[in-house]
């Protein structure tokens, strides 16, 4: 089990609302899944919509962890972000909290980037290039593919219509598109797949292939 550095630490305690009980906790640990199993990974999964899924799946040791009370103080986190819109954008899919093995799994649906972002305080981007663009947002030239190819020099003209993620997180990302190109350190572990290590510094961009 890998220990979680202190920003994981301080993202998670941020998702869960900042309380007091929760920040108790001296260590986080992400579990990997084994092969052929379910995956019980920290991820951050966005759909062609660009809806947002946030998985958060942790070892959690306090012995006097009382799963209601988090759930009750999620939920209502939740209440009031949706209260400033007329409609929902964020829903608490699962929060469940396993004795055993003393794991912890929340799972929450999120309407866009942009909800997820604001909600967690923190850059995320999904849209095309020339979308990205236009919102400030400067698209690196140094991103490099999975056999370490460079961007070809038109690269601007191929992917003004196509999608790219941008990130700081130090998270496992799927994607909803082939990944062609990344920011440099990034792990590609998967076609539609990225792990952010923390080795990777400041902001992640991954360039999709539509």
């Not at 579990?31 to 959690?60: M, P, Q, Y």
Request: hydrophobic letters at 35%.
């Amino acid at each position: 089990m890998t220990v979680i550095s202190e920003k994981k630490i301080s993202y998670v305690k941020r998702l869960f609302v900042k309380t007091a009980a929760f920040m108790m906790v001296a260590a986080f640990g992400i579990l990997l899944s084994a092969c052929g199993k379910a995956d019980n990974t920290t991820r951050v999964e966005v759909s062609k919509d660009g809806a947002v899924k946030s998985v958060i799946f942790e070892g959690f040791s306090e012995p006097n962890y009382d799963v209601n009370e988090l759930t009750e103080m999620v939920n209502t986190k939740v209440s009031e972000y949706n209260s400033d819109y007329l409609s929902t954008k964020i829903t608490v899919d699962s929060l469940k909290f396993d004795e055993e093995k003393k794991t912890i799994k929340l799972i929450m649906d999120y309407n866009n980037a942009s909800d997820y972002a604001g909600f967690n305080d923190v850059p995320f981007f999904y849209g095309t290039v020339s979308e990205a663009e236009e919102k400030g947002y400067t698209i690196s030239a140094d991103m490099v593919g999975t056999g370490d190819d460079k961007l070809p020099d038109d690269w601007k003209e191929q992917y003004a219509d196509k999608h790219i993620i941008i990130c700081e997180e130090k998270v496992k990302v799927k994607t909803p598109y082939k990944i062609d190109y990344a920011t440099k350190g990034v792990n590609v572990t998967g076609k539609k797949e990225a792990v952010l290590s923390e080795e990777t510094e400041g902001e992640v961009q991954l360039l999709l292939s539509k």
